[in-house]
């Protein structure tokens, strides 16, 4: 049966631990350190701080903001290893549970409770259930993370260059993708773009679609990329270029070129990207029209079901003194008020079930309804940074012009 993505489930028998002082004011003596991936001028940022002051008023409980930005991956390990007090931190759900694993306190008892914002629910029951599935997952049976501001990656495109261009509905297979793209051709619109950032993302999607997913992992963990499908991608975007469907600056777009001057600007209306994006250009295009649609089947590979979703997560410190008060700030961030107010001012997806998505998200919604299969980050191509570099030089190449299919075969099988 298939399973449908963030749809809310009972969450199966767990160890249940008892939590003192749960649902009661805290009597003011412990107070958290958190160290956080966002900078304090970014959306996120600004959110947290406002839910941490607020948490104070509510419980008594002080929560002390790092925001580290992104040096985080940098930074936090080190501070970790020397035994800083750091009772919780937070960054993608799988850098968290491969990076510092041995720092994360096993976290289901607590997710098993139930707290004011769950309505008297347990907090598993309330929140994104498959993501939940897949901290458990990546915690080798024991959810040691947990998930926040979900992202999938969907192709966004411009609903409004769309319906210029008079096309009814998005893509769901190629042949439909070309006619899209002439569609777009016709109404003076180029069909799609990438950054470099995203190449070998495009790539490894592309090849899923053709191959699947096995073997297109297989093609990467191996470094093999001697079969023919190499040749037919060559001779597929060959053909986008040649018919003037990928804009002529992709091949030399350095990050965020191609979303902030294409993207944001009207000129381009696709990019396979993800549900970040609108919330990374917004300040370009606040009122762009936006929709969303899963990279479209190609071969006998994957089909629209397969997608990459994910979620930044929060870790507790095994050796925090205020486990339990740092799990309630969790779940004051991520049900309720504060969840809602994170998905509405970053423009992103909620982790409660009950929280409302945004009107920008709409149809991403849809996709990640639907999606019964998980595929890895760039489907294995950014694994490898060697790997990834090919796949820029000789896609940015492809696309140039100056390497035919048959030479970007060939380029690659190096």
């Not at 210029?164 to 509905?169: D, K, P, R």
């Not at 993207?263 to 993800?274: C, E, K, P, S």
């Amino acid at each position: 049966m298939k399973k449908a993505l963030f749809v809310g489930a009972a969450l199966a028998a767990a160890a249940v631990l008892v939590l003192g002082g749960c649902a009661k004011k805290d009597d003011g003596a412990a107070k958290l350190v958190y160290w956080s991936m966002w900078n304090e001028s970014e959306p996120q940022g600004q959110v947290i701080a406002r839910a941490a002051e607020a948490f104070t008023k509510e419980t008594g409980i002080e929560v002390d903001i790092n925001f580290n930005g992104r040096d985080i991956r940098k930074t936090l390990q080190p501070a970790l290893d020397a035994g800083e007090v750091i009772d919780l931190f937070d960054e993608d759900i799988e850098r968290v549970t491969n990076t510092w694993g041995s720092y994360l306190l096993p976290l289901d008892g607590y997710v098993g409770q139930s707290y004011p914002t769950t309505g008297g629910q347990p907090f598993g029951s309330v929140v994104n259930q498959t993501l939940l599935d897949l901290a458990r997952q990546l915690g080798g049976g024991s959810i040691k993370n947990i998930p926040y501001q979900p992202s999938a990656f969907v192709t966004m495109y411009n609903k409004d260059l769309f319906n210029q261009a008079g096309i009814s509905a998005p893509p769901t297979t190629w042949n439909e993708m070309l006619d899209a793209c002439a569609k777009l051709k016709a109404a003076g619109i180029t069909g799609i773009t990438v950054d470099d950032a995203y190449m070998a993302c495009l790539f490894g999607y592309t090849m899923d679609r053709m191959i699947g997913m096995d073997a297109t992992l297989a093609m990467a963990l191996n470094n093999d990329f001697t079969g023919p499908q190499v040749l037919a991608f060559g001779e597929l975007w060959a053909t986008m270029a040649r018919n003037g469907y990928i804009s002529p600056k992709a091949a030399s777009n350095i990050y965020p070129a191609g979303q902030v001057e294409e993207i944001a600007t009207g000129r381009v209306a696709m990019y396979l990207n993800g549900t970040w994006l609108p919330n990374e250009i917004k300040g370009n295009n606040p009122n762009m029209n936006w929709g969303a649609f899963a990279w479209p089947a190609i071969g006998n590979g994957d089909g629209i079901n397969a997608n990459n979703f994910g979620a930044q997560s929060f870790g507790v410190n095994k050796n925090s003194k205020y486990p339990d008060e740092a799990f309630r700030f969790i779940v004051h961030l991520t049900t309720g008020e504060w969840d809602a107010t994170l998905a509405e001012e970053s423009i992103g997806i909620p982790m409660g079930n009950s929280s409302i998505w945004p009107a920008a998200l709409a149809e991403a919604k849809a996709v990640v309804d639907s999606t019964t299969l998980r595929l890895p980050w760039a489907v294995g191509m950014e694994d490898n940074p060697d790997i990834n570099a090919k796949i820029k030089e000789n896609f940015a190449r492809l696309i140039q012009g100056s390497l035919n299919a048959a030479q970007f075969a060939a380029a690659m099988a190096r």
